[in-house]
T-cell receptor, first 114, second 112 residues
Framework: DAGVTQSPTHLIKTRGQQVTLRCSPK?????VSWYQQALGQGPQFIFQ???????QRGNFPDRFSGHQFPNYSSELNVNALLLGDSALYLC?????????????FGQGTRLTVV | QKEVEQNSGPLSVPEGAIASLNCTYS??????FFWYRQYSGKSPELIMS????GDKEDGRFTAQLNKASQYVSLLIRDSQPSDSATYLC????????????FGTGTRLKVLA
């Protein structure tokens, strides 16, 4: 049973550049959420995708955008990178309508902005 | 006021002891609660979920929920050095929202 997979695992970008992170949900899951985790902090919710639509967004600027594809995989795009965007980006998948709303995380993408 | 609070630690316990991790949250209706373990440099791994008042046991782990007092705890029995990690508490308000709110995590050190 394939778990949540993310790519790439590590990334170094220059300030002002754009980046795309990718996520494939756990087999059988249809909902994808993205989180940002700064060092020493808990994950912060960026947004969630279900049925190819963003249905909830956290307190992140419009530079953060996403997409969900028909196969439920998802992308997170960040434009005009700032040094403060350096963090671990986590994708979590879950199944809509499941009795237990458990979310499972991928291994994360470590983004460093220089 | 933060919605989910945890003591950052570190909490140090000797090998074989019981580790008790606590989490408090602001009052909302119909919450779901989760404990994640995160090793340094890795992603969070789901350990336990709990949805109703009382205790829920899974192996060496027991989650305890008390909605009246607004806290959820995680007990780790027979603690092992491999349990040394950061433990994240997460809360999901079931009504009208889909996001998890995480605490900052408690760092646990199990001393051999």
């Amino acid at each position: 049973d394939a778990g949540v997979t993310q790519s790439p695992t590590h990334l170094i970008k220059t300030r002002g550049q754009q980046v795309t992170l990718r996520c494939s949900p756990k087999s059988g899951h249809d909902t994808v959420s993205w989180y940002q985790q700064a060092l020493g902090q808990g994950p912060q919710f960026i947004f969630q995708y279900y049925e190819e639509e963003e249905r909830q967004r956290g307190n992140f600027p419009d530079r953060f955008s996403g997409h969900q594809f028909p196969n439920y995989s998802s992308e997170l795009n960040v434009n005009a990178l700032l040094l403060g965007d350096s963090a671990l980006y986590l994708c979590a998948s879950s199944l809509e309508g499941a009795k237990n709303t458990e979310a499972f995380f991928g291994q994360g993408t470590r983004l460093t902005v220089v | 006021q933060k919605e989910v609070e945890q003591n950052s630690g570190p909490l140090s316990v000797p090998e074989g002891a019981i580790a008790s991790l606590n989490c408090t949250y602001s009052d909302r209706v119909s919450q779901s609660f989760f404990w994640y373990r995160q090793y340094s440099g890795k992603s969070p791994e789901l350990i336990m979920s709990i949805y109703s008042n009382g205790d829920k046991e899974d192996g060496r782990f027991t989650a305890q929920l008390n909605k009246a007092s607004q806290y959820v705890s995680l007990l780790i029995r027979d603690s092992q050095p491999s349990d040394s990690a950061t433990y994240l508490c997460a809360v999901k308000w079931d009504s009208g929202t889909y996001k998890y709110i995480f605490g900052t995590g408690t760092r646990l050190k199990v001393l051999a």
